[in-house]
């Protein structure tokens, strides 16, 4: 059946009719699975996604407890103002009643002088105990000037919040994981920023959380940061190993990435064409993922697919045997008219193809005629070489001016690979010898190599030729070389200018080494000039570099003994021992000044500090030199200041130098005059030292704030002292740290516990000079500001409080005056003129408001300072005693030692007062 033409439409008709009843049964299965298991999915996919979201609102419980804590603190803090024990009460109180196991540690951070007039750092902090029983334990470890915790990230993100919570990324510490919300408050009013309140939470509780709710879920949860670190993962302990063992240093899981944990589930086979389902967690970025494999997830949606699936191909495979049979039947019936037509069609194209190879030979010929012309038209010398049937080389073609340049009116047609160099008198450029048939272009471009050369020659008897040649090679569609095409010519004047060029450069060479012993190649460099004929009057460059003065201490007195010769002699020797290792750290030399370096540092500020050491250490072993020669040894003093200057020349239209000139030039020079003072042999600026990569790596102190004379600012300089004696330098590192609290007690205003902090760094080293211009300091600011007899008037109408604040305050060397009421108090303070009074508020008749302010009326006790006693703790209240005019306001229960602080400060404040205005 089917075997002719005319049963083919029959043929059609039915595997058209088969095919078509197919496809629509298909069609309708596809259409059953699709409907019924989109169905399906959306409904996991709903019940995933209000897991999720049930996970994520749970999540937000646990902050709403630290952003209500920084509310209730930020609005309880501000009436404090000024109150150290009020803030400290506060915080405490705080802490204990918040929940243990989320909130760690509170801190109040003040704005500059917001807190006191005389505080720029106060920012208490309370935390947890080690042990669950521990008391909070309150610390000021963080307000130094060093911290700088208004500069701090969550200090700014706090303040930039405009009284709202921030929560910063979580961190790992020890062995739990925390995370700080900040908080800006204001003053009474709302207008005034005062500073910033922080809550640092421990998490281990989510981290609970989300373990328990991957117990229900076929899918793993797990948790991301706002920067996309991983959180919490049920698997922690498996990721650590895993990113520990491929070389990874960790010390918590939030130092893995969702790349890392994609990575892990790649080499363990895990979560493979898995389905993601995330939500945000208010207010602090999170994204809790519930992530499970499509495969488990969609189970009952793939077995009505694998069903539905076997039922079509089962359809098909049936199908296809049907046509199967009724196309073999086809076929046989198709073979002869098939075989006709080819035939037909194969004598067609041959009939084709011979016309348009007899076109393309005409056209050929036409061609090759025009590239003749052009060849011998072309001023240089154009040859063409092919290979004979033993594949020996031979030219094919030479135009007119390579035969003129070859002397030659004929061709070699033989086979010339050894002998083309003698035929044609080919030399090797400045020698007797034949140049290298092997290195011939034409002959290299047979081979299957381009190639280029200038070092041939020609002999025409007596006269020589240079030649330049090319040589490529034209290959056909299969890469195998059917032609090399060579071309030379003569370059007799180029190598007379390169000769004339070569003699040029040399001489500018040499006199550029010439110039560098006066202008530096680095200053050209940092000029972006080529050579010293481009620099110009006027040519500068801004840029950041630290700049060292070094000079050698008493060397007028040094030089003294010294002929003129011998001082010339001795500074040049001194310069080259300097001199090479500014060199060796990247730094460059600006100019001497008589027995004085100045240099310049343009790469990185550790390169000039580890230059100032190396000089110091190169100076000892000079020093053993000297010795040796009966000469003093040498001391010399270093300074060190980074900034922006400015490096140009300066000058006239006949002379000019290059120089640096710049506000970080001076300071650096005055910060050298400094080593003199301190008796110090390396000092740097804050600038420097905040530029170093790594400070930790050198023995750095501090040293002073200081303004440096001829500047306005206060700048801080420190002591590098790796240079020291070994001794010298132990000493300064077991003292530092007492030198450094002095320091920062000092310039509190706390001159008295500063002396001993000072004292103690002179007892272990009593070379120590900048100990002892502490000390005495301290010494003269104490004598200035204390009296011999220091009365003060106790105001309390409680008898026993009186004689409790008298038995401890003449303890204390104090002259102690009683009173029971304001009235008492007022003709006392008249008559006597205490130096302080401690003022309670709440006494019959007079009131202590009414009586300090009565005080502050009368010209004879208007500046007696008065302090608040009393229980009183309102914030109203307080702010009614200092608008009476108290210099300080303290509750009850007090301690005494802070009572004698607080009035030790005031007396000092006193007196400097009086003293500055006796000086005018």
Known sequence: MFTNDKEQPTYLVVSILLIISVIFVTIGLIGFYYLKGNSLKQQTVSQQRRYVEKVAGGLEIYLVNAQQLANSVSSLVAPLQGNQQEVELLLDRMLKSAPQEIIYGIGVWFEPYQFSSTERYFGPYVHRGKEIDDPPVLTYEWTTPEYDFHQQSWYQVGKSGQGKVEFTEPYFDTDLVYMSASQAFYDEKGHQFMGVVTIDMVLPLIRDYILKANLNQVGTIYLTTRQGALFVHPHEKMLLEFARGRGKKLTSILDLTVADLNEFNLQNHLLRDSFDISEKVNYVGWTVHLVTEERLLFQEVNGLRGTIGSVIVTLWIGLAIILLVLSHLRKQSLQVKREKTRLEEELKIRQQAEAKLQEMNAELQ??????????????????????????????????????????SEALVQDSVQDSLPSIYQIYLAGTSQFYPAANIPILRALTGDSSHVDDMEIHRGDTVVPVEAWGSPIVNENRQVIYAITAFQEITERKRAEAERERFTKELFQLNQAYERFVPRELLSLLDKKSILDIQLGDQVEKEMTVLFSDI?????????????????????YLGQMV?????????????????????????????????????????????????????????????????????????????????????????????????????????????????????????????????????????????????????????????????????????????????????????????????????????????????????????????????????????????????????????????????????????????????????????????????????TDGEDKIKGFEAGAVDYITKPFYQQEVLARIRVHLSNLYLRQRLVEKM
């Open 553 to 573: 201490r008493s060397f007028t007195s040094f030089s003294e003994r010294m002929t003129p010769q011998d001082i010339f002699d001795f500074m040049n020797n």
């Open 366 to 407: 036409a061609k090759e005629s025009e590239l003749k012309q052009f060849l011998e038209a072309m001023p240089v010398g154009v040859g063409v070489g092919m290979l004979d049937d033993q594949g020996q080389p031979y030219y094919y073609y030479m135009n007119r001016k390579g035969k003129d340049l070859l002397s």
């Open 580 to 872: 090479p290792i500014i060199f060796e750290h990247q730094g460059v030399v600006d100019k001497y000044i008589g027995d004085a370096i100045m240099a310049i540092f343009p790469t990185t500020a550790d390169a000039a500090v580890q230059s100032a050491i190396a000089m110091l250490k190169a100076l000892e072993k000079y020093n053993q030199l000297l010795r040796k020669t009966h000469l003093p040894p040498l001391k010399i003093g270093i300074g060190l200041n980074t900034g922006p200057v400015m490096l140009g020349t300066v000058g006239g239209r006949h002379r000019m130098e290059g120089t640096v000139i710049a506000d970080a030039v001076n300071l650096a020079a005055r910060v050298e005059e400094l080593t003199k003072i301190y008796q110090t042999s390396l000092l740097i600026t804050e600038h420097t030292y905040r530029k170093l990569s790594d400070p930790l790596q050198y023995h750095i102190r501090v040293i002073d704030v200081v303004k440096v004379k001829g500047k306005s600012q206060e700048v801080t300089v420190y002591e590098v002292y790796d240079a020291d004696p070994p001794d010298q330098m132990i000493r300064k590192d077991v003292t530092r740290e007492n030198l450094e609290l002095g320091f920062v007690l000092y310039h509190s205003g706390k001159f008295a516990d500063a002396q001993l902090f000072f004292e103690k760094v002179w007892v272990a080293d009593e070379q120590d000079k900048v100990a002892q211009i502490y000390l005495n300091r301290c010494h003269d600011l104490l004598g200035m500001t204390m009296p011999l007899s220091v009365k003060i008037l106790v105001v309390d109408d409680a008898p026993t409080n009186v004689k409790l604040l008298s038995y401890f305050l003449i303890d204390s060397q104090f002259e102690v005056l009683g009173a029971y009421d304001g009235a008492s108090a007022l003709s006392i303070a008249e008559l006597q003129q205490p130096h302080l009074i401690l003022l309670d508020v709440l006494m019959p008749g007079i009131d202590g408001f009414e009586t300090c302010r009565k005080l502050k009326e009368c010209p004879q006790t208007k500046d007696i300072p008065v302090i608040f006693l009393t229980s009183l």
